[in-house]
């Protein structure tokens, strides 16, 4: 069999679309385009079923319900939606949130604006093995904390995060927790009852759907969660989120949500299979490579590999046959330290020589086979 290149190891920035999942969505967008908000007709009853069967597929993956779902244009909107709209409604005008050192942008940019209205932010840091501790959590709580915000599976090194602990100890404290699950939906069991959570977010294009599609979890009772909405107009969403649903995307969505509530335990096995295929070949063919974060408290598909004494854009630069990252941040000619492997304490030479490498559904063991023969190549002429 033929080699397809470069081959796609990035599945953290983005996952393709799954050929059941674009079926569907080829199918609503053709045969139902009606408007969901069309209460006097059968084309807005039929968008109106499609929407409502996707939202119960979404809250089945969470073990949520699905009035409890608000659907968005991604997991950066329902970070927003969360984090703004409970420090409107909590906060007002001030009020305190603890997070960690590890957030991803959709959630480091909110709180930043939370910051700028008043609001106090105290970020955890995370240990070596890029964990929070809860006992941190419980440390950082003061007496007007309103929200804990604590991703479940980090973007760059895959570390899985103590939801359920951090959950209990919010619920102890009478505080909200709210995670962002974009890259753990789909790859880890989350249950909302069970870990605590008051508010989640997801995004469909991680998890083998389209791009521009998402949803808030918002917890109805025990407690019930009030949001200040981010924009105003046609009381869609329980007028949370207006606006025309996207109603292919959500079919889709909710499809991508059902597959991956079904088949992700097998997934995980396999892609724990391969990750591991590939850090040993990595590992035994070549000195001076580190794993970056927890070898077991990962998502199964994650790689976050340090070579010493190469610079990440040297790396990708030679490794055009793979589409893989780096978490430093690059430009031509030079290369600043990863901003998360520096938060978890990985120093400066080796947070800069980093590869991130995110294996997912459709990748086979000859591609894993393929980018170790590769890397190591590339390692041992950098090196030599
Ligand atoms: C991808 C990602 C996001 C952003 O999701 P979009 O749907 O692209 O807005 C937010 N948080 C994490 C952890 C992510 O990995």
Known sequence: MVLRTPV??????TTPIDPRVLELLHRVQKDHFGNPASAGHSFGWAAARLVEEAREKVAHLIAGTAREIIFTSGATEADNLALLGVAEVYGTGGGHVVTSNMEHEAVRGPLAEFARKGGRITPVKAGPDGCVAAADI????QRDTILVSVMAAQNEIGTLQPLARIGRICKERGVLFHTDAAQAAGRISLDVQRDGIDLLSLSSHKIYGPKGVGALYVRRRDPRVTLKPLMFGGGQER????????????AAFGEACRLAAEEMIDEAVRLR?????????LDGALDGVYLNGSSEKRLAGNLNVSFDGIRAHRLLGALTVLAVSSSSACSSIETRPSAILEAIGVSGELAMASLRIGLGRFNTAEEVDFAADKIIEVVRNLRG
């Not at 419980?138 to 709580?141: G, K, L, P, R």
């Open 138 to 141: 419980t440390s950082a709580i």
């Open 273 to 281: 299979g391969l990750r591991d295929q590939l850090w040993a070949a």
């Open 8 to 13: 796609y190891l990035d599945h953290h920035a």
């Open 239 to 250: 007028d949370l989120r207006p606006g025309t649903l996207n109603v292919p995307g959500i």
